[in-house]
């Protein structure tokens, strides 16, 4: 059986000068396997809702599925425009931002802090981790009578779900990059004579930035999905708000509209994340395919 070798492919040589009479050196550079994708990236990443698009465009178009069941693009668009000229689109959309931006916030500050002082110290493991896991597993949809009970029925309890969902991917990613870090780095800094303050922000802090921006990915979807919940019930205005008075009515082409609203900036989120992650892990080579 042939082996198989463990070295990077070689994109190029670069020739390096010298002095005197050595012999001459030259500089591999590892292949980055960016050169060989077929496709620009925005094209290769827009065929799959576009062959989607196609899919449901053509399954209404022809008959195969009832628009009564699942109305076409162009009867959507129509929709959307009427939303748009009546002012509820704008309303919806602000408010819907307004409680994500503002239960974001609140659930970052949160899952980020604990997750410091439950990673960096140890009698804040013995302390915070236990009741994060046990608190994790609670169900937002369960949450949502008692946080009417507890907070009323007016924004907080909205925010408040919205928070709790966001402080768990938060906390638990960060935590598990700083405890991943490498000890060796750690060592090293301490044998460097690092101060505290060092060796935490220039040593454990950017080992586990990759983990903290897998949790942010995570957060950003789950305080989508928990607004869902919380805008469905006892709402007064958002997305969820006309979810639920277009069911009442029967209108299923606003139903459909407003989620696809939600999943494309659930997706903007998820792309402001990704450009964070090519500016701040920069120093980092990735596999990107083949």
């Known amino acids: 059986m042939a082996a198989v070798s463990s070295f990077p492919e ?3 040589a670069e020739p390096v000068s010298h002095e005197g009479g050595h012999p001459d050196l030259v500089r591999l550079v590892p292949s980055s396997g960016r050169g060989q994708s077929r496709l620009p990236p925005g094209v290769g990443k827009a065929l799959g809702p576009a062959v989607l698009a196609f899919l449901w465009w053509s399954s209404t178009h022809f008959g195969w599925i009832s628009e009564d069941l699942l109305p076409g693009p162009h009867a ?10 009546s002012g509820e689109f704008a309303e919806a959309v602000s408010l819907s931002l307004y409680r994500v931006a503002t239960g974001f916030s609140f659930g970052f500050v949160i899952g980020i802090g604990l997750a410091l002082v439950s990673g960096l110290l140890r009698i804040g493991e013995d302390f915070i981790d ?13 949450l949502v009578p008692l946080l009417i009970i507890w907070l009323g029925i007016d924004e907080t309890p909205k925010i408040t779900l919205v928070a709790f969902a ?4 938060l906390y638990i990613n960060t935590f598990a990059g700083i405890r991943n870090v490498d000890r060796t780095l750690v060592e090293v800094a301490k044998t460097l004579s690092f101060s505290r303050a060092a060796l935490i922000f220039q040593v454990i802090l950017p080992g586990a930035l990759p983990n903290l921006l897998v949790g942010l990915r995570y957060s950003l979807g789950s305080a989508w999905l928990a607004l869902v919940f919380a805008e469905t019930v006892n709402a007064q205005g958002g997305l969820g708000y006309l979810i ?3 069911r009442e009515v029967y209108r299923v082409d606003i139903i459909i509209l407003c989620l696809i609203i939600y999943a494309f900036l659930g997706l903007s989120a998820d792309l402001v994340v990704r450009l964070l ?5 920069r120093w980092r080579q990735n596999f990107d395919g083949v």
């Open 10 to 12: 070689i994109d190029r």
């Open 76 to 85: 959507l668009w129509i929709t959307f425009g009427e939303l748009i000229a």
């Open 130 to 142: 236990a009741p994060m896991q046990m608190a994790r597993t609670l169900p937002w949809a369960g």
């Open 166 to 169: 966001v402080t768990f991917p």
């Open 244 to 246: 639920t008075h277009a």
């Open 277 to 281: 992650e090519r500016v701040l892990l």
